[in-house]
């Protein structure tokens, strides 16, 4: 069974603090994205990865940076948490180029920061 | 750069009826792939149902089929028979394929309810 899990469901943060979001996928994944899930707004891509230290920013990645060196995990990095980063973050992964293309998501992690 | 409009926030059906959810993307590309996804109250996204661009028949997943129009660049997904699982955020997407950087955009979603 195909997976990708981020490292919590649940964090609440202080304002200023460095923040780090893990996804791991099991899938030999190419591509991996991180998004934020506001009401309203939909999921909002923040940055994907083709491959390993590739990266490419997507509509909103201001305030994070992400980290690929290896494979099967993309890590996102808020510098200095913000409370309008209060959110729902989702990775995702998906094979590169292939016809039966999907991409896969993790459950999610709700971070509060306060 | 390519964008993904759902025009509904929210909508609802019957136990049993049918229901269509809009979608309407803008590319300059003719090839790429067309997704639905669904997020259930639990959370985990999952996919729906995907159409190919260059396939002229419309995707079919039991009750969940697709309206694929490539020149009014449309992509509606009917559910047929609802079910009270059906209930969930309803997310169409697009991807376009690249051999590399080939980022998948979303809409803002559709929240579909449906009542007993």
């Known amino acids: 069974d195909v997976k990708v899990t981020q490292s919590s469901r649940y964090l609440v943060k202080r304002t200023g603090e460095k923040v780090f979001l893990e996804c791991v996928q099991d899938?030999?994944?190419?591509?991996m994205f991180w998004y934020r899930q506001d009401p309203g707004l939909g999921l909002r891509l923040i940055y994907f990865?083709?491959?390993?230290?590739?990266?490419e920013k997507g509509d909103i990645p201001e305030g994070y940076s992400v980290s690929r060196e290896k494979k099967e995990r993309f890590s996102l990095i808020l510098e200095s948490a913000s409370t309008n980063q209060t959110s729902m973050y989702l990775c995702?992964?998906?094979?590169?180029?292939?016809?039966?293309?999907?991409?896969?998501f993790g459950q999610g992690t709700r971070l509060t920061v306060v | 750069a390519q964008t993904v409009t759902q025009s509904q926030p929210e909508m609802s059906v019957q136990e049993a009826e049918t229901v269509t959810l809009s979608c309407t993307y803008d590319?300059?590309?003719?090839?790429?792939?067309l997704f639905w996804y669904k997020q259930p109250p639990s959370r985990q996204m999952i996919l729906v149902i995907r159409?190919?661009?260059?396939?002229?028949q419309n995707a079919t997943e039991n009750r969940f089929s697709v309206n694929f129009q490539k020149a009014a660049k449309s992509f509606s997904l009917k559910i047929s028979d609802s079910q009270l699982g059906d209930t969930a955020m309803y997310f169409c997407?697009?991807?376009?394929?690249?051999?590399?950087?080939?980022?998948?955009?979303f809409g803002k979603g559709t929240k579909l309810t449906v009542n007993p």
């Open positions: 590319t300059s590309e003719s090839n790429y792939y």
């Open positions: 997407a697009f991807m376009k394929p690249r051999g590399g950087s080939e980022k998948l955009v």
């Open positions: 995702a992964s998906s094979p590169l180029g292939r016809r039966k293309s999907e991409a896969f």
């Open positions: 899938m030999d994944h190419e591509n």
């Open positions: 990865s083709y491959d390993v230290k590739m990266k």
């Open positions: 159409q190919e661009a260059y396939k002229q």
